[in-house]
């Protein structure tokens, strides 16, 4: 059969046996003035999770999207953070400011699902978190608001321990 127009499976296989959610957030062109002309490459941003509490977001660049990809994954997969759950949602509210980005995660019910714009959807859906609510407030740059997402849940970890 022909494989080509197929569409890429988001699940990557760990060589230790773990399995990894990958999702490209972002695919953005940029380039570089030189005296010999513009250089022109690739920066990705890519979010990994196991899908039971770790995720990262990994950003790689490189002249080829596959060279990047694999870059920004490989950085993700080393950096993960410990998401602290509830069951199937986050233990308590977080809002957190990160430059111009604003992000409020809200825990939910059970069955309320993901209420969420694009960027904490695919970090919620990374890191395994079924029931959340959750507003972006300030800009909308996706990397931002990935980076944001991120804090919070990393400042659940912190709190949950506490109280």
Do not use: W
């Not at 960027?119 to 395994?128: C, H, L």
Request: hydrophobic share 40%.
């Amino acid at each position: 059969m022909n494989n080509r127009n197929r569409r890429p499976e988001h699940k990557m296989e760990q060589p230790g046996g773990e399995e990894f959610f990958e999702r490209v957030v972002k695919v953005n062109r940029v380039s570089k003035k030189t005296k010999g002309g513009d250089k022109r490459s690739l920066s990705v941003l890519v979010v990994v999770g196991d899908k039971k509490g770790k995720v990262g977001v990994g950003l790689g660049k490189a002249v080829e999207v596959q060279s990047a990809v694999r870059k920004a994954t490989s950085y993700a997969r080393k950096h993960l953070i410990e998401v602290s759950l509830k069951g199937r949602t986050i233990p308590h509210q977080v809002f957190v400011k990160s430059g111009a980005a604003k992000v409020l995660l809200k825990p939910a019910p059970l069955g309320t699902g993901v209420i969420a714009g694009g960027a904490i959807r695919i970090v919620a859906e990374a890191a395994g978190i079924h029931d959340i609510v959750a507003k972006i407030l300030g800009t909308k740059n996706q990397a931002s608001n990935v980076y944001a997402t991120l804090e919070a849940l990393g400042k659940l970890k912190n709190v949950n321990g506490g109280k």
